[in-house]
């Protein structure tokens, strides 16, 4: 489980290798975070998918990381 603003996540792939954390706008979006906190990032990500991404920005989340039992 990771709970990123407050909210739990169900879904997180990690990767310890790459030096960035992705989420989306749609799932940025849906935890109800306001978009006015989004700092401009004028880079583009390369070598993350075959084509450079334009971002939206960056902001700084608080990442919690736990496992559970399902009972």
Known sequence: ????ANWCVL???I????SIDVLFYHTFK????????IQPYPKLLHEFVV???H???YI???KTF???EAY
């Open 60 to 62: 700084d989340l608080l």
């Open 30 to 37: 849906k935890l109800d975070v306001s978009s006015h906190l």
């Open 55 to 57: 971002t939206k920005g």
């Open 15 to 18: 990767d310890e290798g790459s």
């Open 11 to 13: 879904k997180v792939f």
């Open 66 to 68: 736990a496992t559970f």
């Open 1 to 4: 489980m990771t709970m990123i």
């Open 51 to 53: 084509e450079r991404v």
